[in-house]
């Protein structure tokens, strides 16, 4: 099955500053990776994601950058405003398994003013 | 766009009663939806997949018989905490596919506060 392991835990950046957030994969077969946002206390939203047939996408001041010979794929942040702070979450399908979501641990973001 | 309603956002109740969460897909039809729980400052576990008109699937070292997973149409499932416990407290969420294919976002309801007492 998927494993997916995120880095780092924290995250502490300068208001206005980029930010970026790795994970890595464990199946080559894999083929769909979203990224997630969570603040305190609320669900996760989906703000970003890439599928296994391009390499990278952006919206806005997000992008996110994927490596499939590598097994990683990251979340760029640029610009970053108070408001991003929060935790986020990747993911990657689990095809052996009812293609469910194996997640990555979180990264907590800190935006500092 | 896709949106999973959930409901209660908060409960509290007494050891040994069992509480029901729903899980609604408002605008697309959902044939598997997703129960996670999580714990302060981690990430989602996933509990079991709910997949209409059949049996929830489990995942390991979550029991069955406590976790009653219900999902009889295309539009609900229910998770219900049979006898609930102090440590079955936590923050449940239910998520489910807005697409047709398996590869498509995942969108998640608010989520359930539960407290046990």
């Known amino acids: 099955g998927e494993n997916v392991e995120q880095h780092p835990s924290t995250l502490s950046v300068q208001e206005g500053d980029s930010a970026v957030i790795k994970c890595t994969y464990s199946d080559s077969a894999s083929n769909y990776f979203p990224w997630y946002k969570q603040e305190l206390g609320k669900r996760p939203q989906l703000i970003i994601d890439i599928r296994s047939n391009v390499g990278e996408k952006k919206d806005q001041r997000i992008a996110v950058t994927l490596n499939k010979t590598a097994k990683h794929f990251s979340l760029h942040i640029t610009e970053t405003q108070p408001e991003d702070s929060a935790v986020y979450f990747c993911a990657a399908i689990d095809g052996d398994s009812n293609y469910q979501l194996i997640w990555g641990a979180g990264t907590k973001l800190i935006i500092k003013p | 766009g896709a949106v999973v309603s959930q409901h209660p956002s908060r409960v509290i109740c007494k050891s040994g009663t069992s509480v029901k969460i729903e899980c609604r897909s408002l605008?697309?039809?959902?044939?598997?939806m997703f129960w996670y729980r999580q714990f302060p400052k981690q990430s989602l576990m996933l509990m079991a997949t709910?997949?209409?008109?059949?049996?929830?699937?489990?995942e390991q070292g979550v029991e069955k018989d406590k976790f009653l997973i219900n999902h009889a149409s295309l539009t609900l499932s229910t998770l219900t905490v049979t006898s609930a416990h102090p440590e079955d407290s936590s923050f449940y969420i239910c998520s489910a596919r807005s697409g047709g294919v398996n590869n498509s976002p995942l969108h998640f309801g608010n989520g359930t506060r539960l407290t046990v007492t």
């Open positions: 709910s997949n209409e008109g059949s049996k929830a699937t489990y």
């Open positions: 605008d697309f039809q959902a044939t598997t």
